[in-house]
């Protein structure tokens, strides 16, 4: 599949949801919409170094894969991710500094482990986030010990990972964990924990990461803590939590892929909600943030100019001693999936007017694994 081609399914799946209220496409199903790509989803579990697989099925329901988890050959896996057709699976091992890889049985969502099945990131590098661009050719990892980013070329036919000719480059900045590419796959951005800000690059054809004329942008005042970090569907925006200061922090996307603080730059999400995984809906209306210090899920819609404004009400309850870390929207932007660590399992939800979430039924799906943190789906960043 072309770049141009999978950019083209990707606007035309954005242009279908826009008409329906709820972002959805109207569906009863969790199947992918303008895309070929199957629904599934995939959790990473820290605790116990596996991943466990899930087809999602009518009303959001989550239907385990057989078998229901499986082994990541690393330790303390953290962050996922699924290639865009659906076809592979990548997990950043932080304990052991690589990253594991799988191929999807396209029928019932049971992960193999490629051959080898795993690439190191380098000694010391602790990666965390992971990201592959939307020509499904890249794929590249924040290294939250080195401050740097790996990137890696993915075979198209069996998903092997290979380290691109420049390997690393450092950040520019401190503790790297979310990163994100743009829709466009020309640009790279990663927000630097440390030092409160975000790292901009741009990707050439082969992989290379080039440091924009303005290298890194501040999230905001010191203490921030940014943590996740998207880019939304128009490719207009960016999005990232401060951990430290309860916010999401806005930014617009300018020429060459440099960032400007948004008119109104940032948005609490609570006092003392500690935000860390971050989503935004496939028609770019909603917004949605995993509170890990107040067990809930906080909403906005996004408007022109990037400005976020809290739902009525303005968040999901998740349950004490939840801790949600992960957070996506299923590629038909009908359904919200959180990531518990606390309870080990998932909190489903439907997406309706307004972008207001109401409970699956059942609400929660166990994990099978234990301190559930990255989760992904094909086809979303």
Request: some cysteine; hydrophobic content about 35%.
């Amino acid at each position: 599949m072309s770049h141009k081609f999978l950019l083209f399914l990707i606007a035309a799946a954005a242009l279908s949801l826009t008409a329906c209220p709820g972002g959805g496409d109207g569906g009863s199903d969790g199947g992918s919409l303008g895309t070929t790509a199957p629904p599934f989803l995939y959790v990473a579990n820290s605790g116990s170094a596996n991943v466990s697989g899930f087809s999602i099925g009518a009303g959001g329901f989550l239907n385990s894969s057989s078998p229901a988890t499986f082994p990541t050959g690393g330790t303390t896996p953290n962050w996922i991710a699924v290639s865009p057709n659906g076809q592979f699976v990548y997990v950043s091992n932080s304990g052991t500094n690589d990253v594991s890889s799988f191929t999807v049985n396209q029928s019932n969502a049971a992960l193999t482990a490629t051959t080898p099945p795993a690439i190191s990131t380098g000694p010391g590098s602790v990666p965390r986030g992971i990201t592959v661009t939307p020509n499904g050719q890249l794929l590249y990892v924040a290294d939250n010990g080195t401050a740097a980013v790996s990137g890696f070329t993915i075979n198209t036919s069996t998903g092997v990972l290979t380290p691109t000719a420049q390997g690393t480059i450092f950040t520019g900045g401190t503790s790297p964990e979310g990163i994100a590419v743009s829709p466009n796959g020309q640009f790279l951005y990663v927000a630097n924990s440390g030092s409160d800000n975000v790292s901009g690059f741009t990707i050439g054809a082969d992989g290379t990461l080039t440091a924009m004329t303005t290298p890194t942008f501040s999230t905001g005042a010191p203490g921030a803590t940014p943590f996740g970090i998207i880019v939304s569907p128009d490719g207009q925006f960016v999005f990232v939590t401060n951990n430290g200061l309860d916010q999401v922090a806005a930014f617009t996307i300018g020429a060459g892929g440099i960032l400007s603080p948004a008119s109104t730059p940032t948005f609490t999400t609570g006092a003392g909600s500690s935000p860390r995984g971050i989503t935004i809906s496939p028609n770019g209306q909603f917004v949605y943030v995993a509170d890990t210090g107040n067990n809930d899920i906080a909403s906005f819609t996004v408007a022109g100019g990037g400005i976020l404004t809290p739902t009525v009400p303005a968040v999901t309850p998740l349950g004490a001693a939840t801790a949600p870390f992960g957070v996506v929207v299923s590629l038909n932007g009908q359904f919200v999936y959180v990531t518990n660590t606390g309870p080990d399992n998932i909190a489903a939800f439907t997406i309706g007017a307004g972008g207001i979430l109401t409970t699956t039924v059942p609400g929660t799906f166990s994990t099978g694994g234990t301190n559930p943190l990255g989760i992904a789906v094909p086809g979303r960043p």
